[in-house]
């Protein structure tokens, strides 16, 4: 049983212009979320997070919004940029700081 | 920038043999876990410690076990590799408050043959 969905393996955006990411929970009991950007051959980089309290967090290119009555979030890149291309996973957490991850999607933004 | 380890990061074994997959961190966290990651799959959960001489198993079922006798290395360990634990191995830390991110470490891929 899958908790943590990203539905899109894949997305390709243009730079400059807006990547959003989404990704869709099951468990109502997750109260924090984060998104994690992953590069080929290293560990995933934390890259921004979100309180179940708050409906939005935004730091730079990078905002991430909460729709909890819907079990969504999603991840806007503006603009994006070349160097954003990576495999971004979103997470949930649980109690004891467990973190249960989506399956990753692929962001390729061509120059 | 996080400071946590993993070697090696890359290895090819037999099968039978016994294998162990180091981790270590400098930050002085509490808690660290092993994820278990397939190409373009999700990370799984295989095992955790919230401190010295604390395991715990994860949410995905795994024949490795681990160990924590010191704060700073949490190694797992294989006692006979078979090809169907070919896969992403991912080490991470956080420190024992409840809110904060976990910091990966470059992982170790592992093919059994």
């Known amino acids: 049983d899958q908790q943590v969905k990203q539905n899109s393996p894949s997305l390709s955006v243009q730079e400059g212009r807006i990547s959003i990411l989404n990704c869709d929970y099951t468990?109502?009991?997750?109260?924090?979320f984060l998104w994690y950007k992953k590069y080929p051959a290293e560990g995933p980089t934390f890259l921004i997070s979100?309180?179940?309290?708050?409906d939005k967090n935004e730091d730079g290119r990078f905002t991430v919004f909460l729709n909890k009555s819907a079990k969504h979030l999603s991840l806007h890149i503006v603009p994006s940029q070349p160097g954003d291309s990576a495999v971004y996973f979103c997470?949930?957490?649980?109690?004891?700081?467990?973190?249960?991850f989506g399956g990753g999607t692929r962001l390729m933004v061509k120059p | 920038e996080a400071d946590i380890y993993q070697t090696p990061r890359y290895l090819v074994i037999g099968t039978g043999k016994k294998i162990t997959l180091e981790c270590s961190q400098t930050?002085?966290?509490?808690?660290m876990y092993w994820y278990q990651q397939d190409p373009g799959m999700e990370l799984h959960l295989i095992h955790y410690?919230?401190?010295?001489?604390?395991?715990e198993k994860g949410d995905l079922s795994s024949e490795s076990t681990v160990s924590r006798i010191r704060t700073e290395h949490f190694p797992l360990t294989l006692e006979s590799a078979r090809p169907s634990h070919t896969s992403q191995y991912l080490c991470?830390?956080?420190?024992?408050?409840?809110?904060?991110?976990?910091?990966f470490g470059p992982g170790t891929r592992l093919t059994v043959l």
């Open positions: 991470a830390s956080s420190e024992g408050h409840s809110y904060n991110e976990q910091f």
């Open positions: 410690s919230y401190g010295v001489n604390s395991t």
């Open positions: 979100i309180s179940s309290i708050k």
């Open positions: 930050m002085g966290h509490d808690k």
């Open positions: 468990n109502s009991m997750f109260d924090y």
């Open positions: 997470a949930a957490r649980k109690a004891g700081n467990m973190l249960t």
